[in-house]
């Protein structure tokens, strides 16, 4: 088993930046992919971007492309999500998932992912 928290979210401002961090514990060998999903109030929950754990190969959303960042700490079992020039439409809950080595599906296929963290909210105001 895998768990995984986020922490991080926050209010902003239009425009300001925020770091999201994603904390995995449990057996973290078996992670061969991590990602970050969101879900606003009424809509379901989209894609953000991917990053394999072994090559560091990252997938964006075009919708975060250029202003979201995803990096990892190897030693600490942590992601982060960095976000700047954050619209209103980026409020969500954020979520972090992870999976472990099996079959290919696209970065973006829910359900090949076995872990899922709590969320954490982030808000971005006009």
């Known amino acids: 088993q895998v768990q995984l928290v986020e922490s991080g979210g926050g209010l902003v401002q239009a425009g300001a930046s925020l770091k999201l961090s994603c904390a995995a514990s449990g057996r973290t060998f078996s992670i061969s992919k991590m990602a970050w999903f969101r879900q606003a109030p009424g809509k379901e929950r989209e894609f953000v971007v991917s990053?394999?754990?072994?090559?560091?190969?990252?997938v964006y959303a075009d919708s975060v492309k250029g202003r979201f960042t995803v990096a990892r700490d190897n030693a600490r079992d942590t992601v982060y999500l960095e976000m700047s020039s954050l619209k209103p439409e980026d409020s969500a809950v954020y979520y972090c998932?992870?999976?472990?080595?099996?079959?290919?599906?696209?970065?973006?296929?829910?359900?090949?992912?076995?872990?899922w963290g709590q969320g954490t909210q982030v808000t971005v105001s006009s």
């Open positions: 998932a992870a999976r472990p080595s099996g079959l290919y599906f696209p970065p973006a296929n829910q359900a090949q992912y076995a872990y």
């Open positions: 990053m394999t754990w072994s090559t560091g190969l990252t």
